[in-house]
Each structure stands twice: as structure tokens, then as C-alpha cells.
């Protein structure tokens, strides 16, 4: 049993959801009324690209495997990548990875 107020899943328990033919996602935490933070987590197969990313709310990519391509350049495991709200890249893999994407203001919504 976890400490008062804490809350922990397992990455393994949650299911996994494909945003492309290579691309699957599992969202480790939803937005609550309280907290509108959101964090998931990705994996790209090799020759993996989702096209255009635009941001409603900013994002903050953690690389945990592999080698994440932001449209600019290649981003080895360790990295750690920041987009503003606005800011617009172009998500791809051409040799697969992993990472943890970090919502603290919710996803957002188009205009």
C-alpha cells in the first residue's frame, strides 16, 4: 500500500493504445480537476514518424531507448527535450525508441 496521498501504477498494467502502425502510447496518468498534468509513454519501432506534432500546452520528452528524431535532429537515450506551447516538431525514429512524455498543463486543445 502506497504512502498517504501517493498513487503508483505499474507501466505494465496499463494498456497500451497504437497512435500508428508503429507508434503505440500508454497514458500513465490522466488529468484530474486538481491536476491537470498528464504523463506518457511512447514507443516508436523502427521507421517509426507521426508527422507534424503542434503544441496546445508545453511538453517535456525524456529519451529512455533508442534514438528520437525531432524533424531537426537525432536524440540519443538520456536526452531530455522541452517544447513550448506553439512550438511545433516532427516526431520519427528510424532506429525505434522509447520515452516518457510530460504534459504539466494538460494536453490541450486545438483553437
Known sequence: MPLPGFTITSIDDV???AVTSLITVKTIKEPTPDDPSVIQWYRMAPNATAGEDLHH???????LEGEF?????AWPAGSRISGKRGSV????SKLGCTFLAFF?????KAD
Not at 57 to 63: C, D, R
Open 69 to 73: 528524431h525531432d524533424g531537426d535532429r
Open 15 to 17: 494498456p497500451a493504445m
Open 104 to 108: 504539466p498543463n494538460g494536453l490541450g
Open 89 to 92: 516538431h516532427y516526431p520519427s
Open 57 to 63: 500546452e508545453s511538453e517535456h520528452l525524456y529519451i
